[in-house]
């Protein structure tokens, strides 16, 4: 089987080139010998082979060596085409793991096409968005979790589903992507007409690994309670700190945390944090344990940032956040109070090793989420257009 220079297996390459023995080479190989390739088929063309008959007819190497050449690249090349709006993409551009890393992947794998919505909510909710209608066929990959808090109304998705923008959007829209099942199984049942698959937020994963320590951290503050780490008892040998960022918004979501919590608060002693510098947030990510909570959540990003780096995590029992942790994940809590008790070493230990098992899955690469929506892209684009909506 030829691989690509991702290493990814070719498909449809194998009846072509296994005849040549050429299935031990990579693509990159392959277009390097082009030369010795057609003159193979050249010498060998007198032979009763009749793929081989076919070009001996010309005898023309150049012919030979630009088919080979489409062969690869178009077994090298996901099958489905799509271009991307022009705008900055959402997240916290300088986040190396959020939503902006993939993006540029996605870019870059651009090549014309069906237009493909990277983020709906910023496109038809957000303040910096268009709040536009798509008034051509498009694709669209849907962040926000179905359940969200009434105080983050801005966000919720029965509002986006009333808003003009994307009512006038529907009749053109021809998939969506999820990035969990629990939010695609509330997709699917609002929108039945509309294709609909679940691919899981990929991470860069060339980074730090956990190498233990004393600190519990508190990371981040999308869909997730800020207070957190002052709801639970102080933890012998162990240092609280909070990673929180001081922009006005994030800060009134805090406010509404702290305003609205139903715990309280239990322990004042925490380091607060503003953001780090790379280097200074590996560091300390990989001497950390990780608490955090959940109030909504599709994919989150402090979730597979945890799996990239096998970094332990605490974190409460979400459906969307069990997707990607899995059911037998080992520092579940259902009450914050019991944070403490999961914090000895052979549970830290087996946490770590689970984590590190999930590494291998394939949906972690940025890779694989770019091919996976090149293939629905593909699916979505062979089919024949949905029927309208009813008003």
């Given amino acids: 089987m030829i ?14 080139f296994d005849i040549l023995q050429l299935n031990a080479l990579t693509a990159v190989e392959v277009l390097s010998n082009l030369d010795e390739i057609a003159d193979q088929i050249v010498n060998r063309g ?7 008959c076919t070009f001996a007819g010309t005898a023309e190497p150049q012919a030979i060596k630009q088919t080979v050449r489409e062969w690869v690249q178009e077994a090298s090349q996901p099958a489905g085409e799509f271009r ?38 910023q496109s038809f909710l957000y ?86 320590g004393n600190t519990l951290l508190q990371v981040g503050h999308t869909f997730r309670n800020t207070r957190l ?43 607060e944090l503003g953001r780090q510098l790379d280097h200074e947030y590996d560091r300390l990510l990989s ?22 780096r096998a970094v332990p995590i605490a974190v409460n029992r979400h459906p969307a956040v069990l997707e990607y942790l899995g059911e037998t994940y080992p ?5 914050p109070r019991d944070i403490p008790g999961l914090l000895t070493d052979s549970k830290l230990q087996e946490t770590h090793a689970h984590l590190k098992e999930l590494q291998l899955a394939h949906w972690l690469q940025v890779s694989t989420f770019v091919e996976q929506v090149a293939m629905f892209v593909d699916h979505c684009t062979k089919l024949e257009p949905p029927p309208p909506p009813r008003e």
């Fill in 331 to 335: 520092l579940y809590y259902d009450d």
């Fill in 84 to 121: 991307l709006l022009e705008r900055h993409a959402q997240g916290l551009g300088r986040h190396r793991a959020g939503w902006p890393a993939v993006v540029d992947q996605l870019r870059s794998a651009a090549c014309g096409g069906i237009l493909l919505d990277d983020f709906v909510e």
């Fill in 3 to 16: 691989e690509s220079e991702t290493g990814v297996e070719i498909e449809g390459a194998e009846t072509k």
């Fill in 127 to 212: 303040q910096t968005g268009d709040r536009k209608a798509h008034d051509e066929p498009w694709i669209g990959i849907l962040h926000h979790p179905p359940e969200t808090p009434d105080w983050l109304s801005h966000s919720q998705f029965d509002r986006l589903l009333l808003s003009e923008p994307w009512r006038d959007s529907l009749r053109n829209l021809r998939g969506l992507v999820c990035l969990s099942d629990h939010l695609a199984a509330d997709v699917r049942q609002r929108l039945s007409h509309v294709p609909v698959t679940v691919i899981r937020h990929p991470t860069p994963t060339d980074v730090v690994q956990w190498q233990g």
């Fill in 46 to 52: 007198k032979e009763s082979a009749r793929w081989y």
């Fill in 229 to 271: 780490i002052h709801q639970f008892p102080p933890c012998d040998g162990w240092q609280k700190m909070r990673l929180l960022r001081t922009d006005d918004w994030v800060l009134k979501h805090d406010q509404n945390c702290m305003s609205r919590a139903v715990r309280p608060v239990v322990d004042t002693a925490v380091v």
């Fill in 287 to 308: 001497e950390s344990v990780v608490v955090c909570e959940v109030l909504a959540a599709s994919a989150n990003n402090v979730i597979v940032e945890c799996i990239a």
